[in-house]
């Protein structure tokens, strides 16, 4: 496996070079380009009174033009944090802030930004693979020069400058980028940054170029420009010498500068532009070798992101861990708590035992503020509930788990009527049920793609999909009719806990198949000694009274349907609960959710035979 990754990684480098000595040509053609026309452009230019404007450059000038680009500095090494954050590449932000300022420093001053930028992260960062050092740079490339684009044309529009037809065309850009935060496409290994994330890359890429541009100003010889003038024009020069690809924009970048910036002599205006490169590219270079030669050491300062690990979450659906969408996050004390994530929110799962609430509920946050999203909790009990809402967390009622206790259940009771009356239609169409184990048939591929197509898929995210090593760790049951296998469920197996998982038929099936096939499970979960049978969760929907947002999903659940299923089993009802921030965390969390569970990504091969995730206890 590492033979193979470092020949993956040797292919892209290899590839990536290839790509920037075509990209080193192209930037010098743009570089000659752009300096002959800046020599046509400044036909009858004065040397001498340029170097007397650079010389006349004043020691205050000097020292705020060199705390401006601090600042500005400073945000872009944020900047990188931000990235490894929402590619989820766990190292000290100390750390990633000193990489990404150092790779800024160097690569914007000679040039070959992705393949320079890498090599100083990949130098600055010891646990950075190559490749990975790649699409980091790549990220903080491409989204910063989007994110510089969102500024600049709201710097035109509110001000009213130049470039009104620019300012419209990115704002509109800007708005597309806001809908594929919200829809988070995945295109291959990558997906969008949520609006959490874009939000900071908007922010950050703004205090950057307007402490930038401020340096630039402050340099000025003269205060005839103002700044609302200047930075402006300032914004486009810099989008342009970032777009031609020559080291620092140069050429193009005075190109536009002077175009644009046509109340001072362009003497004046080049002598700032030309102390501003000292303080902006030249001293930052120099400082960064040393960084660069010392290299990064051992990671182990600043903070760093939690890291999940193997610890067994007490939830008795832990089994939907084999399906590879959810995780365990260490809560400390060989304790986890299953977590998934949407593009907004990082969701704890049913929640740990009562001993462990203090601890899982600061885990949790810890670990969603550290990832750029909002922490919540979903499908949790009672007393969790609690805890968030004595910690400021919205809680809502979103349904109810239906618990059977198997070693007093009978179906002879006055408040199961309509069960036995399901019970005896199925047994007198003669279905009969066993238990499937070992290898699963093919009748059950055939039963859940014939469901899957009549229900437009299968659901994700806290319901399990039918995968044969997925149900390999489960109890299943199968209906049988006239030698022909009808309609299957399986349930998770917890310790003194059985939990309905899958429930799947052919489009036609004897009246109360699926409750004789439950009422069986129950019967042998009763043979096993086992305390509690939990018939999985109804929407609130079902019970009415729900929110709008919850009516949907209970709408979209088939609710009802559950609700009338499983009522007839006569179960108690315990009640589970969403817990956010506030209203508008609530919502996010919702739709997050919706979109999870109605459309899941593809279930990774791995868990189609790979270690096991799960310890069963």
Known sequence: MELKTLARSTAISRSVVARQAGRIGLSLGILVASLALLAQQLAGFDSAQMHLAFMAVSAP??????????????????????ILRHLAMRHPEVQVRRAGITALAISQTVGMGLLSGALVRWRMLPALRFAEALRVTFAVSVSFLLAAGVVTAVIHAVWGMQGRVLAIGVLCAAGVFVALSIARPRLGQWTWPNLFTLGGMVALAAIDVTA??????????????????????????????????????????????????????????????????????????VLALPALAMGGGVEDAGPCLPQNDAATPDWSEAGLLRQGHLSTLSIGQGRGIAIGRTGHTLICLGGPGPEDLVRAFLHLRQTAKAEGRLPAFYKIPPRLAALARQRGMSVTKIGADAIIAPQDFSPATPSRASLRRKLRKARAAGVGVAECGGQIPPSLHRIAAGWAARHGGER???????CPHYLAHQRVFVAQHKGRDIAFISLHVAKDVWTLDLMRQDRTVPDGTMHLLVAHAIDQARRNGVAEVNLAAVPIGAFGGAPTIFRFLSHHGGGNGLWQFKASFDPVWRPLYLAAHGRVGTSV?????????????????????????????
């Open 61 to 82: 000038q000097w020292a705020l033009a060199l705390c401006l680009v601090i600042i500005s500095y400073a945000a872009i090494g944020q900047y990188d944090v931000l």
């Open 212 to 285: 930038a541009g401020a340096a630039l100003w402050v340099l000025l010889p003269s205060a005839e420009v103002g700044f609302a003038i200047l930075l402006p024009a300032f914004l486009l020069a810099l989008l342009g010498g970032m777009i031609s690809g020559t080291p620092g924009g140069l050429g193009a970048f005075e190109l536009v500068i002077l175009a644009q910036v046509t109340t001072l002599d362009a003497e004046g205006l080049l002598a700032a532009v030309m102390a501003w490169r000292l303080v902006y590219f030249a001293i930052p270079s």
């Open 460 to 466: 994700g995210f806290s319901m399990g999909r039918f």
């Open 589 to 617: 969390v919702a739709l997050g959710l919706i979109r999870a569970i109605h459309r899941p990504p593809p279930l990774p091969a791995a868990n189609k035979g790979s270690a096991d995730p799960v310890t069963q206890t």
